[in-house]
């Protein structure tokens, strides 16, 4: 997503773009993205700098970190960036710095509800749907 500086002007540039997550280059190993990007990105010029205010919208599609079971999340995320430029600079690459902010916001752990019962160890039963039938008990382990 390369805005050419040449069209941020004093009073500043917006655009609102809705693109496929693979433009900017994230991948489903990375997010699996279920809905298109829906970005609004605000710039203006400050000095030799190009300060990008920016909203993205999106659906993704994780697995609970207890059961497994696909979690489905939409988010509203705002980022701020600034890049630094001189006569020479012809575009800003947003999409390289979205892609990366998407990635770090989002948490390594999420769960189904908050109260999720996991899977069974023994029979790798989802404990949230039927009751195991090993019934395994989790060893206490002594302090």
């Known amino acids: 997503m390369k805005i050419l ?3 941020i002007k004093a ?4 655009l609102h773009k809705t693109l496929d997550a693979e433009v900017i280059g994230l991948v489903k190993e990375e997010i699996n993205c279920v809905s298109p990007l829906d970005i609004k990105a605000k710039m203006e010029r400050v000095g030799n700098t190009v300060i990008a205010e920016s909203e993205v919208s999106v659906t993704c599609i994780f697995l609970c970190a207890r059961c497994l079971e696909p979690v489905e999340l939409k988010r509203v995320q705002r980022f701020y960036h600034d890049f630094e430029i001189n006569s020479l600079t012809e575009y800003i690459d947003l ?7 998407l990635i770090l916001a989002y948490t390594p752990i ?6 999720c019962k996991g899977l069974c160890p023994g ?15 989790p060893k206490l382990t002594e302090q």
């Open 5 to 7: 500086v040449k069209n």
């Open 11 to 14: 009073n500043g540039y917006q």
């Open 95 to 101: 999409g390289e710095d979205i892609r990366q902010e």
């Open 110 to 115: 999420v769960l189904c509800k908050r109260n």
């Open 123 to 137: 029979c790798g039963v989802n404990l949230n749907l039927e009751k195991c039938a090993c019934q395994m008990k």
